[in-house]
DNA sequence: AACTCTATGGTTAGAAG
DNA sequence: ACTTCTAACCATAGAGT
């Protein structure tokens, strides 16, 4: 079970890849919740990922929230922008995860 | 050694908090980096402290970083204006603050 | 205060369902 | 492919310096 030591290197094996990346993306939303009770800081990491449509955010307090929103706001539009081969950045798609957005924030505080 | 289970109730004790604080923003960072080098993926995490003058960002890799670099340029602004009681987010200080980051993100990689 | 050490609790890779 | 289990690896609180 586990591996022989961490090798940290790119998992190769997709199924694999795929489970480390959610269990993973898990721990360190945990870890960051934790840092935020402990200390009162905030904090908030951000992920873009080929597993989520739209870039994992997480945060901490109303202002840094903010901040991440017109981060987010902002990203997209770049996105939109970089990505000319990648449909799921289109413009027509922005509203539409900016809707999803508003709707994952208001189930999870 | 350690507790006799996690408590995660806000530390009062500043020294305890500050000493935690350190080293599990260590952790956070070395998670994040290994979720990126197993995964191949982007992401980075955001800290504002009491500890660190300017938020602590890190990142993984050029995309993230410009992304980050636009949210942070629009996060300073919004901070000066938001934080009227806090003199070390004035906007004064905001070039200090560019130029500080622009150096750390030479020398981290 | 900042670093090292290490027992303990926590995280997680792989297996099983 | 997701969930649960758990051995084994890892992070870290508190102690020592």
Redesign the interface.
Known sequence: MTRGK?S????AKDSA?KA??TK??G??IK??K??I??????????????YDLEPEVWRSQL??Q???Q??RN??LV??SK?MVNQESFTKENVEKIKEKVTKKRNVNQ
């Open positions: 961490v940290l290197a790119y998992i890849r480390t990346f993973r993306k721990g360190l870890k960051t934790e840092l009770s402990l200390c009162e800081i905030e904090a908030c990491g951000i992920l873009f990922s080929p202002k840094a903010q901040v991440i017109k981060f902002l990203s770049e996105q970089r």
